[in-house]
């Protein structure tokens, strides 16, 4: 499967943006998706997470409350809906494909797509 993240961009502090993880391949809807967010200087973590079938979710502490993760398998799509964005929010977001149930965890995920960058202005 190959993934394609989209939608960064500049927000100010307390604004919302939804980016979107485009996937190509028909076996999409097999996949649990997770998004990925890295900071400069910092490591790579999984900022939210959905099972193949849209049925469960995963967020970090941080993102619960802000972050909606949702996915459209008819579309091969995954969004993540961030609201309330903080300046600490600004990274580089990556969208990864895993076949496994355990999608919670960072080490199970096989394909990545590119990132797109956000920033939060305060």
């Known amino acids: 499967v190959q993934l394609q993240a989209s939608g960064g961009g500049l927000v100010q502090a307390g604004g919302s943006l939804r980016l979107s993880c485009a996937a190509s391949?028909?076996?999409?809807?097999?996949?649990?998706i997770g998004w990925f967010r890295q900071a400069p200087g910092k490591e790579r973590d999984l900022v939210a997470a959905i099972s193949s079938s849209g049925g469960s979710t995963y967020y970090a502490d941080s993102m619960k409350g802000r972050f909606t993760i949702s996915r459209d398998n008819a579309k091969n799509t995954v969004y993540l809906q961030m609201n309330s964005l903080k300046p600490e929010d600004t990274a580089v977001y990556y969208c990864a494909a895993s076949h496994y149930n355990t999608y919670w965890s960072v080490g199970v995920y096989d394909y990545w797509g590119q990132g797109t960058q956000l920033t939060v202005s305060s």
């Open positions: 391949g028909r076996t999409f809807s097999t996949y649990a």
